[in-house]
């Protein structure tokens, strides 16, 4: 399977316009015509056929997950996670945390009981 035959097909599977598929690898800073893009998806005996590169396909992928995907997040410090911040402590929790008891009960004689 070539460049072009992947491009084609991820063109048809997203239903892309060749507008949209300039757009997209401009989101990596990567500019391209759309009679280029036209070129790629022809049949290989056509006069104005032309090969997909690695580099140009390459782009594509790339600004595909950006289009899908969105922007990458900044990552945060280490320890600063927002999720930490709104969680109870154990402590707050009350209760939460499980103790042995020392001694076994009347109902449980075989040892500790969890709480």
Do not use: W
């Not at 070539?2 to 598929?21: F, S, W």
């Amino acid at each position: 399977m070539t460049n072009n035959d992947i491009l084609k097909k991820l063109r048809v599977a997203l239903q892309l316009r060749d507008d949209e598929i300039v757009d997209i690898l401009a989101l990596v800073d990567f500019r391209i015509s759309k009679s280029e893009i036209g070129a790629f998806c022809r049949k290989e005996g056509h006069p104005k056929y032309r090969e997909c590169g690695d580099q140009v396909l390459r782009n594509f992928l790339n600004g595909l997950v950006l289009h899908l995907r969105g922007p990458r997040d900044k990552p945060k410090a280490p320890g600063k996670s927002d999720e930490k911040l709104d969680r109870p402590k154990p402590k707050e929790a009350g209760g939460n945390k499980r103790v042995l008891s020392g001694k076994p009960t009347a109902k449980n004689k075989k040892g500790p009981k969890r709480t």
